[in-house]
């Protein structure tokens, strides 16, 4: 969200259906294994253009603590 001020965009409002998949690891051991976030944004007035939207989700994941610091396979599905 702060990627998207930055650019002058104003979002609304943000929601994540995200899910996680729990299977057995490489170790045999049983963990999250895949977790898929699927981020709406909804922005008034000056709207951004898919590939400002693909760039900011894209920057973000490449910034993403989380997703810096786990072993689980974290991806990015944006939801329109």
């Known amino acids: 969200l ?3 001020a930055k650019q002058g965009l104003v979002v609304d ?3 994540d259906a995200a899910v996680g998949v729990m299977a057995k690891n490489e170790a045999g051991k049983m963990a999250m294994t895949v977790v898929t976030l699927r981020p709406k944004a909804v922005f008034s007035g000056r709207q951004p253009t898919p590939k400002e939207l693909q760039d900011l989700h894209h920057h973000s994941h490449e910034e993403c603590f989380i997703a810096s610091s786990v072993k689980t396979d974290v991806r990015c599905e944006p939801v329109a």
Do not use: L, N, T, W
């Open 2 to 4: 702060s990627f998207a």
């Open 13 to 15: 409002s943000y929601e």
